[in-house]
Nanobody
């Protein structure tokens, strides 16, 4: 599976962005999908996940109520809608796919989100 993350950019605090993760080589609907983020010099942290079959969603406490993960199986794409962005959301965002949450085997290349105050 090849994952291509896109949609990052520079936005002011309070603004919104939508990240996309497009897959090729396999059908995304067969995978649990996750979004993670990493600030240089810090550990990568979990942001959100959507399950393979039930489409249940999970969020880190830091983004709950502001971010929404979704998937469009017809487009083989997973999205992360980010609203009410804060400067502390600034990071490189990665998408990942795997058979189960926590067992991500495939990773996208990352897309940079910068939130200015």
């Amino acid at each position: 599976v090849q994952l291509q993350a896109s949609g990052g950019g520079l936005v002011r605090a309070g603004g919104s962005l939508r990240l996309s993760c497009a897959a090729s080589g396999s059908t995304l609907s067969t995978y649990a999908m996750g979004w993670f983020r990493q600030v240089p010099g810090q550990e990568r942290e979990f942001v959100s996940a959507i399950m393979r079959l039930t489409t249940s969603t999970y969020y880190a406490d830091s983004v709950k109520g502001r971010f929404t993960i979704s998937r469009d199986n017809a487009k083989n794409t997973v999205y992360l809608q980010m609203s009410s962005l804060k400067p502390e959301d600034t990071a490189v965002y990665y998408c990942a796919a795997g058979p189960l949450p926590g067992e991500y085997r495939y990773w996208g290349q990352g897309t940079l989100v910068t939130v200015s105050s």
